[in-house]
């Protein structure tokens, strides 16, 4: 498995750079602009491109029909994209973190708590794409899996905006629930973020095998 990510990282490395360098920039445009929440949104969203990057030279190379040939089984090609997800995902939290230390030093208006919590929720909105996306491009590969993707994403938009109505004409309070969230200890919150996390990429990672392993290259 160790090769497979090598293989990923190495076929990355020039868009992981030009990633660096955009990053950059948007937080030099941060400080210029003193709104440091675009940093929240812009982190995250190259998670999704690096992925979507990786399954994109795959099926311009016809990697798979490769891969499959290789004394490896199916199971451990997928769990090795997964494991460049969260690598990405744990370095996207990291580069979080340290901005939303240095960030406050910058603009006392600022503090850690509400700026590492914007990069998070982003970054946690991200994993849930992330979650859809892959079983989407193995079953579909990259192309219509993006479209199938943006149906899967409107219908589900449509089904939180449904049930979030459904809570208001039912007289019940959704503010409550989340200033309650609030109330709880950083700790307890970070562990059920990683939870979260943790149980959504599982459960997609199944997913992910069932369909691979039925798939002909």
């Known amino acids: 498995m ?29 400080i210029w602009m003193e709104n440091y ?31 499959v040939a290789l004394p490896t089984n199916r199971k ?5 994209r997964y494991v460049l997800c969260v690598l990405s995902i744990i370095t996207a939290l990291l ?4 901005l939303s230390l240095i960030i406050p030093l910058i603009n006392q208006d600022m503090d850690f708590i509400s700026t590492f919590a914007s990069t998070t929720a982003s970054i946690l909105g991200v994993v ?23 149906i899967a994403i ?15 004409n039912s007289g019940l309070n959704i503010a409550s629930f989340f200033n309650k969230l ?5 700790i307890v919150l970070i562990l059920i973020v990683i939870s979260i996390i943790s149980l959504i990429l599982y459960f997609s990672y199944l997913v992910s095998c069932k369909i691979y392993k039925k798939k002909e290259f």
Request: charged residues 10%; proline residues 2%.
């Open 2 to 30: 160790k090769g497979l990510i090598l293989k990923d990282l190495l076929i990355l490395k020039n868009q992981m750079r030009n990633i660096l360098i955009v990053i950059i920039g948007f937080i030099l445009l941060s």
């Open 37 to 67: 929440f675009y940093i929240a949104f812009v982190i995250p969203f190259y998670i999704v491109m690096l992925v979507i990057s990786a399954f994109s030279y795959d099926d311009l190379n016809h990697a798979n029909t490769y891969l």
């Open 76 to 80: 451990t090609i997928v769990k090795s």
């Open 95 to 98: 580069i979080g973190l340290i």
């Open 128 to 150: 849930f794409v992330i979650a859809l996306l892959i079983p989407f491009f193995y079953q579909f590969g990259v192309q219509k899996g993006r479209v199938v993707l943006f």
């Open 154 to 168: 409107m219908g589900i938009s449509l089904l939180i905006g449904f049930i979030i109505s459904v809570f208001e």
């Open 182 to 186: 609030e109330k709880l200890n950083y």
